[in-house]
């Protein structure tokens, strides 16, 4: 069983910054989803195990950078210029993933991200 624990959420004014950490205790490809109310649960970014490979969903892209630090067992989400639609809680996954967008079998418990406009 892998371990998922998110952290690093909270509020920020919009234009901020914050960055999410997520430490899990497999070898896993990662990725970062979020649920808004009353809106289901997106895809955010998600990085391999080697960190070869990167994917970003287009509304994120070039705002938020995800990586990895595997002597850690972490990955972070570095978000920048937060809009408040970037409000949401985060959820952190882990698994074997063919396209980093699915098929994640471990889920943390969330963090709460909220952006004051």
């Known amino acids: 069983q892998v371990q998922v624990v998110e952290s690093g959420g909270g509020l920020v004014q919009a234009g901020g910054s914050l960055r999410l950490s997520c430490a899990a205790s497999?070898?896993?490809?990662m990725g970062w989803f979020r649920q808004a109310p009353g809106k289901e649960r997106a895809f955010v970014a998600a990085?391999?195990?080697?960190?070869?490979?990167?994917s970003y969903a287009p509304s994120v892209k070039g705002r938020f950078t995800i990586s990895r630090d595997n002597a850690k067992n972490t990955v972070y989400l570095q978000m920048n210029s937060l809009k408040s639609e970037d409000t949401a809680v985060y959820y952190c996954?882990?698994?074997?993933?063919?396209?980093?967008?699915?098929?994640?079998?471990?889920w943390g418990q969330g963090t709460q991200v909220t952006v004051s406009s």
């Open positions: 990085i391999s195990w080697s960190g070869g490979r990167i």
């Open positions: 497999g070898h896993d490809d």
């Open positions: 996954a882990a698994g074997t993933s063919r396209n980093l967008i699915s098929g994640y079998d471990y």
